[in-house]
């Protein structure tokens, strides 16, 4: 399985921007399609984005559409998620999650597609 670290996690205001960072080590950074996960305190971690090997497959969950931006670095080995226009309800832990798959253009969405972790990285909106 690849090593998967977050940052990029911190405070900002209802409105504002932070971009997340997520660095893989380990294997071949190109063979996975990647993902980015939430969990808010008392809740079930949740879906936010997915992104294919080929960076031309992307999902993402309703809530975040128009406002967060996923995106990949093969050459650096990382996966960002660039979000804007933060709500207090973005509040949560956010995790990085990779699967090595064959298929070149699938957006993985679902927990169960993933097989590697981040630990995650606080992401905290105030109002």
């Known amino acids: 399985q690849v090593q998967l670290v977050e940052s990029g996690g911190g405070l900002v205001q209802a409105g504002g921007s932070l971009t997340l960072s997520c660095v893989a080590s380990?294997?071949?950074?190109?063979?996975?399609?990647m993902g980015w996960f939430r969990q808010a305190p008392g809740k079930e971690r949740e879906f936010v984005a997915g992104?294919?090997?080929?960076?031309?497959?992307?999902k993402y969950a309703d809530f975040v559409k128009g406002r967060f931006i996923i995106s990949r670095d093969n050459a650096k080995n990382t996966v960002d998620l660039q979000m804007n226009s933060l709500k207090p309800e973005d509040t949560a832990v956010y995790h990085c999650?990779?699967?090595?798959?064959?298929?070149?253009?699938?957006?993985?969405?679902?927990?169960?597609?993933?097989?590697?972790w981040g630990r995650g990285t606080q992401v905290t909106v105030s109002s």
């Open positions: 380990g294997h071949t950074f190109g063979d996975y399609a």
């Open positions: 999650a990779a699967v090595k798959t064959s298929t070149w253009s699938w957006a993985p969405l679902e927990e169960r597609d993933f097989d590697s």
């Open positions: 992104l294919s090997r080929s960076r031309n497959s992307r």
